[in-house]
């Protein structure tokens, strides 16, 4: 096994900020970056973050395709991804702290009216809101992998009443939430969600998942969450379901088309918070050890631990 | 044991709200309220919330002094206090989600700067904040009381490094949080603290606690946050310690003086977020339920669980 060679890919992303990162963790790496990649069967491994289309089927002897992240669907979407390659995630512990830290945020403050306390503040105002205990307030999440897990775990152990689905039952649910799974229970865990949080890998099946006939299944005054994908949400049914009442409030970290067009309607709606997909962030070194300890388990036959299957999509 | 007859005493709350609830959970109650309370020798329990200094003195057949909610320092400043008496705290568990979910939302506000992005989505603004993972922020909570460790336990399971101080040693430290205690290990806890929790009971040695002494021990640009009582801040102390930077922000939820004065300087302050005293609330049919079952437990020569050691102050 000699020196690994990784090219960094990405039509959307200055990759360069993991260059350093990369060196540091393994000092005569051979790492390709930018439009001009060098001798293309050269590479072993690419890092990617929503790579030009057909960029990786031009590289004759890549052993590992690697997302920047959790999310796959940007390699998905390349309709010349040389789906015989082993697909991996990146899997960060320490990202799963950030989405905890960003969604348990997020249902409080809505849950708890926190704006409005802060809004008092600056206008020199004494007055309390209404309380509502959190006991009584019940968070559901759709997406039971590492982070919907993780922020299931989170939110239950601050007293909310939690429940979770996913597509297929889970070994694995944290202690304390209520679990549902496939189609036939999706409308039972819909019922008992004063707020939902998307957290779902966005697959075929779930393009489109947060709609207007998902929100009628809510209890009404329901607050959305979508850490998910802009692609869950059906962004034209979001604004008539805040209008009429069945939604309350919106927090938003993903959008279709990011960073969101200043004419977007979201942006002048008080009901709907925008953030600019910041809920998490992988670490660097993480990325970069991942790769490198992936493609050696893989020039060894071995299975790396976080790799994906394409036939389920996650 | 006949009809029990309970007095609800508050000098600075209207403790009508609590009448139908109490009836509710004993319908012969003999309630009494107001500032005309009847033949005092029939009074059995008196629940109280700063009740008028000498009250309780004067009540000959007083059998439980019950405080409304968990704090018993308003008990305390009453010098006529009957000390004699069993004196009980209300512990409820909801109570406890309320400061959970309060103190959680209060870290990740700051640490986050979530509140630069609430004011990015009002203007249109797509603009992303220096991510700090929480794994790298670390929380102190001072006091490891019912609400402090459970504040503890709740962040750790977000994935912020918790510590936690009390005067004694602890055995039922949550798992994952740090434990210090005594005079001797406070510098060490305080060094380790970019957030500082303060969830202390009020006693003559936790008044004050937080001064310019214990900030200049903090890392510097530490974020405050107290949930504990006015007093256990020196006023005077907290503006200098945030215009020096050895502060960078304050989340204040109790005052010396309550409502908090309309010319109090801290309004004006855009580094301090105030909050109504509204953290948590007890609930008011565990205050009704716990009050009967203490007396009942009294009038059978037993201990209730809540009941306060006076001689710790808590």
Known sequence: MGVPCVALLSEVLDMAYLADTFREACPDIDLRLGPELGRLDDIDAAVCWFPPHG???????????????????????????????????????????GMKAYVTWAVVEQQRR?????????????????????????????????????????????????????????TDVPEGVTAFHGAEQLDEFLSGCDTLVCLLPLTPQTRGFLNTSLFAKLPRGAHLINV??????????????????????????????????????????????????????????????????????????????YQVDLERGY
């Open 114 to 170: 926190m704006r409005a306390y802060v809004e008092h503040s600056a206008a020199s105002r004494w007055k309390e809101q209404p309380f509502e205990n959190p006991r009584r307030h019940r968070v559901g999440i759709a997406g039971l992998g590492q982070l919907g897990s993780a922020c299931a775990a989170a939110l239950a152990g601050i007293g909310y009443p939690v429940r979770g689905w996913s597509r297929s039952a889970k």
């Open 228 to 305: 998910g994908r802009g692609d869950h949400l059906v962004e034209a049914d979001l604004l008539p379901a805040l209008d009429s009442g069945q939604l309350s409030a919106a927090t938003l970290d993903a959008f279709s088309q990011e960073p969101l067009p200043a004419d977007h309607p979201f942006w002048a709606d008080p009901r709907i918070l925008i953030t600019p997909h910041i809920a998490t962030r992988t670490d660097r070194q993480v990325i970069a050890q991942q790769t490198l300890a992936n493609l050696a388990l893989l020039q060894q036959g071995q299975r790396p631990p």
């Open 55 to 97: 960029r990786l089927a031009a590289l004759p002897k890549l052993k590992l395709v690697q997302s920047l992240a959790a999310g796959i669907d940007h390699l998905i979407a390349d309709p010349a991804l040389p789906r015989h390659l082993p697909l991996c995630r990146v899997v960060d512990t320490s990202m799963t702290a």
